[in-house]
């Protein structure tokens, strides 16, 4: 297997560079690089049939990865673009420890990069320019937006990301939300961090709503609180699971946001700071 590797801007020949393929089966092959018949470059491999993960990589370029199946000889050319490496690590701000799961956003593509499990990292391979970061985790509240740069000059950017907790639901709340039937009473207990039972009821004064009871889990993402219906206990006939997204105030009494993500609001205070079975 012969490789060629050149500039996807002006096709210059790279040297140098590194060139392997992983048979998916623990073995990795290296390259070695030689020089052509007509002077091109080449990276050399000697390969049994199969199919292999190819990597290429040269300083100041993006690598490339593409998944190969080897069956005769091959000649291929793969056009690298320069750029460089942004290494995020993502830690909590008030512990140090590292976030597990974080995701990277960029403001330039709806692709998301993931942080690594164990070590909290992820590495981004980006063509030079400037860029706008946004890191989240469940169960943290997402970072500001950064703005980082990729140069020449400053190809290999680290950053460490600091998130804080998000505070999550304790206890029990009662309230009201808006839906079909107008303004509803609503106790709201927290069984765990990810599960509540939905109580809902007429306030007072009012006979425009029934009566219902269901579970519903909890989950916390880019510093929302979302609840979403699971399991009826007592449905009235017409009714249906609403959602909740909303924050929790900074001392954890109150709980407000939106019904079903339309303009339907929902507004809870904290009557317990725990749950009693």
Same mark, same amino acid.
């Given at each position: 297997v012969?490789?060629?590797?050149?500039?996807?801007?002006?096709?210059?020949?790279?040297?140098? &560079?590194s060139?392997?393929?992983d048979?998916?089966?623990?073995?990795?092959?290296q &390259?070695?690089? =030689?020089?052509?018949?007509? +002077?091109?470059i080449? #990276?050399?491999l000697?390969?049994?049939?199969?199919? #292999?993960?190819?990597?290429?990589?040269?300083?100041?370029?993006?690598?490339?990865?593409?998944?190969?199946?080897? *069956?005769?000889?091959?000649?291929?050319?793969?056009?690298?673009?320069?750029?460089?490496?942004?290494?995020?690590?993502?830690?909590?701000?008030?512990?140090?420890?590292?976030?597990?799961?974080?995701?990277?956003?960029?403001?330039?593509?709806?692709e =998301?990069?993931?942080?690594?499990?164990?070590?909290?990292? &992820?590495?981004?391979?980006?063509?030079?320019?400037?860029?706008?970061?946004?890191? *989240?985790?469940?169960?943290?509240? &997402?970072?500001?937006?950064?703005?980082?740069?990729?140069?020449?000059?400053?190809?290999?950017?680290?950053?460490?990301?600091?998130?804080?907790?998000?505070?999550?639901?304790?206890?029990?709340?009662?309230?009201?939300?808006?839906?079909?039937?107008?303004?509803?009473?609503l106790?709201?207990?927290?069984?765990?961090?990810?599960?509540?039972?939905?109580?809902?009821?007429?306030?007072?004064?009012?006979?425009?709503?029934? *009566? +219902?009871? #269901?579970?519903?889990?909890?989950?916390?993402?880019?510093?929302?609180?979302?609840?979403?219906?699971? $399991?009826? =206990?007592?449905?009235?006939?017409?009714?249906?699971?609403?959602?909740?997204?909303?924050?929790?105030?900074?001392?954890?009494?109150? !709980?407000?946001?939106?019904?079903?993500?339309? *303009?339907?609001?929902?507004?809870?205070?904290?009557?317990?700071?725990? !749950? $009693?079975?």
């Open positions: 012969d490789i060629i590797l050149s500039d996807i801007d002006d096709s210059t020949m790279l040297e140098d &560079a060139v392997t393929m048979d998916k089966r623990g073995t990795l092959y &390259a070695q690089q =030689v020089t052509g018949e007509n +002077g091109e080449i #990276y050399r000697q390969l049994p049939d199969g199919k #292999y993960t190819l990597t290429a990589s040269a300083e100041g370029y993006i690598p490339e990865v593409q998944e190969i199946e080897i *069956s005769q000889d091959v000649l291929q050319e793969l056009h690298l673009q320069s750029g460089g490496t942004l290494t995020i690590s993502v830690t909590d701000i008030d512990t140090g420890e590292i976030v597990r799961g974080a995701i990277v956003e960029r403001s330039d593509s709806t =998301v990069e993931y942080a690594s499990w164990n070590e909290g990292i &992820a590495q981004l391979h980006l063509p030079y320019g400037s860029y706008e970061i946004k890191v *989240s985790a469940d169960y943290y509240y &997402a970072s500001e937006t950064i703005e980082v740069e990729i140069t020449p000059d400053n190809d290999s950017v680290e950053l460490n990301v600091e998130l804080a907790a998000v505070r999550t639901l304790e206890g029990v709340y009662q309230g009201w939300y808006e839906a079909n039937q107008g303004e509803t009473g106790t709201l207990t927290v069984m765990s961090r990810t599960q509540c039972l939905f109580s809902f009821y007429n306030l007072p004064d009012h006979d425009n709503a029934e *009566s +219902g009871m #269901y579970f519903a889990d909890i989950t916390y993402e880019g510093g929302q609180i979302i609840i979403t219906g699971l $399991e009826w =206990v007592n449905k009235p006939e017409t009714y249906s699971f609403v959602e909740f997204t909303g924050t929790l105030s900074e001392d954890g009494l109150y !709980f407000t946001g939106t019904v079903n993500n339309s *303009s339907w609001q929902f507004e809870l205070v904290q009557v317990k700071d725990s !749950f $009693e079975v």
